[in-house]
């Protein structure tokens, strides 16, 4: 079965520094999600991202976040200026279409702000 | 606002057993309901997915009910293993545009030998 890979697995930075989370989508797919879980809480929802344009997002999703499909393949999540709080879990994925249909997520990149 | 209750309290039952998990919301009314499952430090994995037409849906040893009424969801594993011990989580579908998932906090199941 197809994969929705992410890079890295583990990333630690010091806070107030920007980090770009990288997803590499399952290729026939045409939407494209965010999702973070802090540690003991529940997988939530940070953005969708639609024919390269952002076509959902959480209050949680504000100025520091922003995401990108820079090719072809790739759809990152930029964190401009990182907080403590931005230490989670964070998950890509993908579906082939819209509403109700099944989405495939990433291994997932583990957050460390210092 | 809208609201999704899973039990958060671990559910442990014993190998062979059929475990039940529930999902209850509140104040919407979803077309569809989807079920993950994930384990520690992974990514959700889809299980299945019922729409509001259907009052049940089957996949091998999974069985998943859909009552709009009650506006809720049970999750059954039957002949439970070993292997199904992880985090269930219920995600009702939103009306209208919205493809986005809101997970409910998920049911930890611990089948045990």
């Known amino acids: 079965e197809p994969e929705v890979t992410q890079t890295p697995s583990h990333q630690v930075t010091q806070m107030g520094q920007e980090v770009i989370l990288r997803c590499v989508p399952i290729?026939?797919?045409?939407?494209f999600y965010w999702y973070r879980q802090i540690l003991g809480q529940k997988v939530e929802f940070l953005v969708s991202?639609?024919?390269?344009?952002?076509?959902?997002k959480s209050e949680i999703f504000d100025d520091q976040f922003s995401v990108e499909r820079p090719d072809g393949s790739n759809f990152t999540l930029k964190i401009r200026s990182t907080k403590l709080e931005d230490s989670a879990m964070y998950f890509c994925?993908?579906?082939?279409?819209?509403?109700?249909?099944?989405?495939?997520f990433g291994p997932g990149t583990r957050l460390t702000v210092l | 606002s809208q609201k999704i209750e899973q039990n958060s309290e671990a559910l442990n039952i014993q190998e062979g057993k059929t475990a039940t998990l529930t999902c209850n919301y509140t104040?919407?009314?979803?077309?569809?309901l989807q079920w993950y499952r994930q384990d520690p430090g992974r990514g959700p994995v889809f299980l299945l997915l019922i729409r509001e037409n259907e009052k049940e849906k089957r996949k091998e040893r999974l069985k998943v009910t859909f009552d709009t009424t009650l506006k809720q969801s049970l999750f059954h594993i039957t002949a439970s293993q070993p292997a199904d011990s992880a985090t269930y989580l219920c995600?009702?579908?939103?009306?209208?545009?919205?493809?986005?998932?809101?997970f409910g906090t998920g049911t930890r199941l611990q089948v045990t030998l």
């Open positions: 991202f639609y024919n390269n344009e952002i076509s959902e």
């Open positions: 290729s026939n797919h045409l939407y």
């Open positions: 995600a009702p579908g939103h009306t209208g545009t919205a493809s986005k998932l809101t």
């Open positions: 104040n919407y009314s979803p077309a569809y």
């Open positions: 994925a993908s579906s082939e279409l819209s509403k109700a249909f099944r989405q495939f």
